[in-house]
């Protein structure tokens, strides 16, 4: 297992042999623009660039960024950009830019995008329901950078972004969860339908405009004026608290009144990845979801050892089309910095000191198969 799946720092949201939990990633991110200088997308590509030069210099001299890794899109072609979206270090929306700058902290939480909708985009992912945490280090990066560039702010918007739904604080706080209980259970309609109703937002777990797959979904809110960060903190914190009390519950039911209908569909699913010769993404998801579930509720014995959540990510195309040379970074274009390519494989992990490798579809469900048989062994 360990050789299979190379160490990658996003995607351990429970203790080894721990049971999986419903929340698997707290991300706070805070949207920044400079006063003087247009949005990205109406500013020319040379105030940009010097623009991100300078960010990009002035990020790296601070402790939490010294000994990460800095990335020019134009030097990512889209499997490199798309890698890092599967990654959850970036959205797919992220992903579609060109001319974009990264720069990412050595334990793979922290990370400032540059020159994408916004001129700064500030995240912090912390490993489960850690969004307290994830709030604070994010804010003590935003002061950080506050002292050095000059936000665009207005007494009657606050904090100026390209779009009027992000303004205000321009706060966004958002949690990764597992819910393959309130789908089977059909409840899941009603517990979004009341996110909505608190102007929250529910995608995929690549972010806006993303389908779920494997049960995992993204609950998303952006505060609103009037609001206090720390208010609607605790007000999203409680909102999350509740659907994961809604997931439990009818997970409960589904294995106390259907146990043996629940528990046939988990050893169904482990059947399937123990045995499958060939699996898209999909279906590989969906028997994954089941079988965390069915972890979580130990309807399986002999499992401490099976991690769902990093089958979950490798088994992502683009992670799988990373396969040949060593230091050299996914996507690269030849005109890559060496250097960053290496810091990439040193903090990211194995996979990232790899070339992207054009696979075929049917390439790509047998390699699916083959790890998922290798994860159950």
């Avoid at 005109?335 to 790899?354: D, V």
């Amino acid at each position: 297992m360990k050789n299979l799946f190379p160490g990658n720092r996003f995607f351990l949201p429970r203790a080894p042999g721990g049971r999986p939990g419903i929340v698997l990633f707290s991300r706070t991110s805070f949207r920044r623009n400079l006063r003087g200088l247009k949005f990205p997308s109406r500013e020319t590509g040379e105030k940009l660039d010097a623009f991100r030069k300078k960010a990009m210099s002035y990020l790296g001299g601070l402790g939490v960024f010294g000994k990460g890794v800095r990335l020019k899109f134009e030097d990512l072609d889209a499997g490199g950009r798309f890698l890092l979206a599967e990654s959850q270090v970036i959205d797919h929306s992220a992903a579609k830019l060109e001319k974009a700058g990264l720069i990412l902290s050595a334990d793979g939480k922290k990370t400032v995008l540059l020159n994408g909708e916004d001129h700064f985009l500030i995240s912090v992912l912390e490993n489960g329901g850690d969004q307290e945490i994830a709030f604070s280090a994010a804010s003590g990066l935003e002061e950080l950078l506050g002292e050095k560039f000059d936000y665009a702010y207005s007494g009657e918007f606050g904090f100026l972004t390209v779009s009027p739904l992000n303004s205000g604080c321009a706060l966004e706080l958002s949690s990764t969860l597992h819910l393959p209980g309130l789908r089977i259970s059909g409840a899941l309609e009603k517990s979004f339908g009341n996110l909505y109703g608190m102007n929250f937002t529910v995608s995929g777990m690549y972010g806006e405009g993303s389908f779920a797959v494997g049960d995992l979904y993204r609950v998303s809110g952006k505060n609103s004026y009037g609001k206090s960060e720390e208010g609607f903190l605790e007000f999203f914190k409680m909102s999350v608290k509740n659907l994961v009390k809604e997931e439990a519950l009818a997970r409960a039911v589904l294995f106390r009144r259907e146990r043996a209908r629940t528990e046939d569909m988990v050893w169904r699913a482990y059947g399937i990845l123990h045995n499958a010769r060939l699996l898209s993404y999909v279906e590989l998801a969906q028997n994954v979801s089941l079988l965390r579930m069915g972890m979580e509720r130990e309807a399986i014995p002999g499992l401490g050892k099976f991690d769902p959540d990093r089958l979950f990510f490798v088994c992502q195309k683009n992670h799988l089309q990373s396969a040949g040379r060593r230091h050299s970074l996914p996507g690269c274009a030849q005109r890559a910095s060496p250097g960053c390519a290496q810091r990439a494989s040193r903090h990211l992990g194995p996979q990232w000191g790899c070339s992207v490798r054009g696979m075929k579809e049917g390439e790509l469900e047998a390699k699916r198969a083959d790890l998922a048989r290798a994860a159950l062994e």
